[in-house]
């Protein structure tokens, strides 16, 4: 029902900066919670950070908690992430995806708070040394 498209990503140095935007259309944005994903060549997708429908709340995972900043936009029907002090791990392709409002809760705390049902396609990130 809805549909999702990233955009923002690149190639930044090491200790950058890089906004990542995901833009929702053909549902209602703020029926959904919404989460940043990431996969790096070779290895498995996991978790990134998550917001609630209303943007109330925020969850991370340990590897971005203090570095990267979830947020989003219910009138532009946009999930943004901001990615500062960048490392080399970092690199990898970032997918936002949604959950319905009142869809199933995530039990393992390390997968986030969410189950979802829509992704995106995904944009790359690259950070150089």
């Known amino acids: 029902q809805v549909q999702l498209v990233e955009s923002g990503g690149g190639l930044v140095q090491a200790g950058g900066s890089l906004r990542l935007s995901c833009a929702a259309s053909g549902g209602t944005f703020s029926n959904y919670h919404m989460g940043w994903f990431r996969q790096a060549p070779g290895k498995e997708r996991r978790f990134v950070a998550d917001?609630?429908?209303?943007?109330?709340?925020?969850y991370y995972a340990d590897s971005t908690k203090g570095r990267f900043t979830i947020s989003r936009d219910n009138a532009k029907n946009t999930l943004y992430l901001q990615m500062n002090s960048l490392k080399p791990e970092d690199t990898a392709v970032y997918y936002c995806a949604a959950g319905a409002r009142n869809g199933p809760i995530e039990t393992i705390r390390s997968l986030g708070r969410y189950e979802y049902g829509y992704w995106g396609q995904g944009t790359q990130v690259t950070v150089s040394s």
């Open positions: 917001i609630s429908w209303s943007g109330s709340s925020t």
